[in-house]
Nanobody, 126 residues
Framework: QVQLVESGGGLVQAGGSLRLSCAPS????????MGWFRQAPGKEREFVAA????????YYLDSVKGRFTISRDNAKNTVYLQMNSLKPEDTAVYYC???????????????????WGQGTQVTVSS
């Protein structure tokens, strides 16, 4: 059974940093694009960032550009989301997901992704 396991969430003060990790179990996803999403209470799941299978292309939500960095280490079969200069509005459950479609473009719709992790809570206090 395929699982994606996120870790690294927690409580941090505004301006602080966290690094999220996502590691699949059951199979490798080295050949597939990966994404990070988040969902705050009462809101829809929102795209945050995506990375191509090689790591050569990335794509970000405008509000996190310059603060968040998505990266991957295919040798470790792990995807990361480095989050700096965190703001209270970044508070949400963060999910990683894999896109199995092998489309050329990086995708931002949650419906386009095939497997999801269980999420990790990020809380930013003001």
């Amino acid at each position: 059974q395929v699982q994606l396991v996120e870790s690294g969430g927690g409580l941090v003060q505004a301006g602080g940093s966290l690094r999220l990790s996502c590691a699949p179990s059951g199979r490798t996803f080295r050949s597939y694009d990966m994404g990070w999403f988040r969902q705050a209470p009462g809101k829809e799941r929102e795209f945050v960032a995506a990375i191509s299978w090689s790591g050569g292309s990335t794509y970000y939500l405008d509000s996190v550009k310059g603060r968040f960095t998505i990266s991957r280490d295919n040798a470790k079969n792990t995807v990361y989301l480095q989050m700096n200069s965190l703001k209270p509005e970044d508070t949400a459950v963060y999910y990683c997901a894999v896109d199995l479609s092998r489309k050329t473009a990086l995708l931002r719709s949650p419906d386009e992704y095939d497997y999801w992790g269980q999420g990790t809570q990020v809380t930013v206090s003001s």
